[in-house]
Every structure is written in structure tokens, then in C-alpha cells.
């Protein structure tokens, strides 16, 4: 899955902090948002680094069941770091299309499904996925 998007419902913001450029020429910043924080990468402009916009996220991973993807005991939406991944817990919706949505404190991210298939009974359960961090990027956008 490559370039599918996670749009914010419109009304969520995230402030926006620079912390380095990325090899490729692209800057990593720091969202802080109302369910946490994460190291992502950014494709706005450098000089509107520091301020708060609306965002759509792409992820370039797969949910990948009990590699990167597990049920969540708590259910409260969280974004946050755990040593070399991002992690995002959030309730969960399957599509007819074999795809997955995940929706993070109003935030909905698309996901692509590998295999194994998912367990049954996973619809509308709160799960925690761990993705890369080179495989998180924020696009701001204007309302």
C-alpha cells in the first residue's frame, strides 16, 4: 500500500516542529496532535514547519496481524514512539474491498491487509499498529 491517505475530519489540528532533514531531501518534524506525538515525514513547505495545519497522513505499511498489528485492551485513540516504530492505536473497520480503516482520534488511516487474514470478530475492535517511522507522512492541506 503506497499513498493512501489518512484525512483528518476537518476540525483536528497538529502543531508541527522541525527535527532534521531525511536523506531523500525531506524533513522529519515532530506532530503534535490531541492523542499524542510522532516523528513523521513532512511534504510541506520547510518555512510552514512551526505552525499548526490540518493533515493527511499516508502510511506505506501493511497491517500485518500479530507482526505489526494487535488487539488493544485499552480504548482511548493514542499516537506514540516505542524505540524504532510509531504507534497508533485506534478502533478498527473493515471494507468490503479487503482493506482496513483505522480511525485515530478522528484521524481515518487506510490500510492494506496481508496475510494471514485477519481473525474474525476484529470489525470495530481497538487494535495497536506499529509502522516505521520513514513510512509516516504528513501533507498539510487548507480547509
Keep these: ?3 493512501k491517505p ?7 489540528l497538529v502543531k508541527v516542529e522541525a527535527v532534521q532533514p531525511a536523506r ?19 511534504q510541506g513547505a520547510r518555512h510552514e514547519v512551526g505552525r499548526e495545519h490540518h493533515v493527511e497522513w499516508t502510511v506505506d505499511e501493511d497491517i500485518v496481524w500479530t507482526e505489526n498489528a494487535w488487539p488493544s485492551t485499552d480504548g482511548a485513540p493514542e499516537l506514540w514512539e516505542d524505540g524504532d516504530r510509531i504507534v497508533l492505536r485506534g478502533q478498527l473497520s473493515l471494507d468490503e474491498d479487503g482493506g482496513a480503516v483505522l480511525d485515530v482520534g478522528g484521524s481515518v ?11 474474525g470478530g476484529v470489525d470495530g ?8 517511522p520513514d513510512n509516516v507522512t504528513v501533507w498539510p492541506y487548507e480547509v
Design 109 to 119: 488511516i487506510l490500510f492494506d491487509l496481508a496475510n494471514p487474514p485477519l481473525p
Design 125 to 132: 475492535s481497538w487494535i495497536e499498529v506499529r509502522v516505521a
Design 1 to 3: 500500500m503506497f499513498g
Design 24 to 42: 531523500s531531501g525531506t524533513l522529519f518534524v515532530r506532530v503534535h496532535s490531541a492523542v499524542g506525538t510522532a516523528v513523521v515525514l513532512w
Design 6 to 12: 489518512i484525512e483528518d475530519d476537518g476540525w483536528v
